[in-house]
C-alpha cells in the first residue's frame, strides 16, 4: 500500500447538463489538487456525487484522470449493485487505479451478514488485481458495523478502511486492530481528522480538501511534525468552515467554494430552493474574506 497514506482529497465532480461530467472543468481541478500538495485524489466518492452518472461516464473519468494526475488516484466504485461495483472496480484497476473505494450496495438498506457477504464475494470476483478499501457511510447506506469491519479486515483480503461515520469510538476499536493488522485506516469526517490522526489514523479522505486543500495538507503537516498549537489553530479554521456544511448538503457548499476560487463546477444537480440559494450565497461572502487569512496562516513555515 505504498503511497496510500496522508491527505487525499475527495473530489467534487464538476458537471454540464444532462448530467454529463465535464472532463475539462475536471481536469482542472485535477490539476489545482495536485499543484496544492495534497498526497492523492479520491474520485466519484460521496461528495463526487457518483449516482448522477452512468457507469461509462464514470469510468472515463477515472481512467482519463489517472493519465492528467500527478498523484494517486483512488476511485469510487459504489453502486446499487454487486455487478455494477465489480465491472467499475475492474476497469478502474485496468486503468492503473492506486485502489477502489467500496461502500456497501446504496438505497436500500441491508443487514450486516448481507453486508460481509457482498465484501467477500467481491474480493473473490476481484482477485486481487487492485486494493480495496472499505467505506463505512451509513448517512448514505447501510452501515458497516465495527465488529463486521473487523471480521473483513481480518481476513486480509482488503487493504484497509475509510471510517466516514464520525463514530469516535469505532476509530478507536479500528486502530487499535490496525496495530496488530496490516490495513491502512483513513478518517472520513473532516470533524475528527486531527484527533484521528494523532491516535494513527493513516490520513484523510476529505471533501473539504477538494476546495481548500492548502488547509488540509498544512494541518496534516503540523500534527505530524508534532505542532501542537499550529495543529489546534488550523484545526478551529476547519472547523468554521464544517459549520457552514450544516446548513445544506455537503456538495452543494464544496462546489461553492470551489466556485468562489474560479474552479467550475456546473449547476447542482437539484435546483436549490430560495432558502437555500440565499445561505449559499451568504456562505460565498463568508468564504471570500476566510479564504485570504487561512491561505496565509497554511503558507506560514
Not at 491527505?7 to 472543468?25: H, K, Q, Y
Not at 484523510?204 to 489553530?233: C, F, H, M, N, W
Request: contains cysteine.
Amino acid at each position: 500500500m505504498a503511497g496510500i497514506s496522508g491527505v487525499f482529497a475527495a473530489a467534487i465532480t464538476p458537471r454540464r447538463e444532462g448530467p454529463e461530467i465535464d472532463l475539462a472543468a475536471a481536469f482542472e481541478l485535477i490539476d489545482f489538487l495536485c499543484r496544492s500538495g495534497v498526497d492523492g485524489i479520491a474520485l466519484l466518492g460521496s461528495t463526487g456525487e457518483f449516482p448522477h452518472f452512468s457507469l461509462e461516464e464514470r469510468s472515463r473519468l477515472v481512467s482519463l484522470a489517472l493519465k492528467r494526475s500527478r498523484v494517486p488516484i483512488v476511485a469510487g466504485v459504489g453502486h446499487s449493485t454487486f455487478d455494477g461495483a465489480l465491472t467499475l472496480a475492474r476497469e478502474a484497476a485496468d486503468a492503473g487505479a492506486a485502489a477502489v473505494l467500496l461502500m456497501p450496495p446504496y438505497f436500500f438498506r441491508y443487514g450486516q451478514d448481507d453486508v460481509k457477504e457482498f465484501y467477500l464475494r467481491f474480493a473473490e470476483r476481484l482477485k486481487g488485481v487492485v486494493p480495496v478499501f472499505l467505506y463505512n457511510i451509513p448517512k448514505f447506506t447501510s452501515p458497516i458495523a465495527c465488529e463486521t469491519s473487523l471480521q473483513l479486515l481480518e481476513t486480509g483480503q482488503f487493504a484497509g478502511i475509510k471510517d466516514s461515520s464520525a463514530i469516535w469510538e469505532d476509530f478507536e476499536q479500528l486502530a487499535a486492530a490496525r496495530r496488530k493488522l496490516p490495513f491502512a485506516l483513513f478518517a472520513g469526517h473532516d470533524s475528527l481528522f486531527a484527533r484521528a490522526r494523532a491516535a494513527g489514523a493513516d490520513g484523510i479522505v476529505s471533501g473539504i480538501a477538494s476546495a481548500v486543500p492548502e488547509l488540509l495538507v498544512a494541518l496534516d503537516r503540523a500534527i505530524r511534525q508534532g505542532e501542537a498549537d499550529r495543529t489546534q489553530a488550523l484545526d478551529a479554521r476547519l472547523r468554521e468552515f464544517l459549520d457552514w456544511v450544516v446548513l445544506a448538503p455537503a456538495p452543494a457548499i464544496i462546489r461553492k467554494a470551489a466556485a468562489v476560487r474560479g474552479l467550475k463546477t456546473g449547476e447542482p444537480a437539484s435546483p436549490p430552493g430560495p432558502e437555500s440559494r440565499r445561505k449559499l450565497d451568504e456562505f460565498g461572502e463568508w468564504f471570500r474574506g476566510w479564504l485570504p487569512l487561512v491561505e496565509k496562516e497554511c503558507s506560514r513555515a
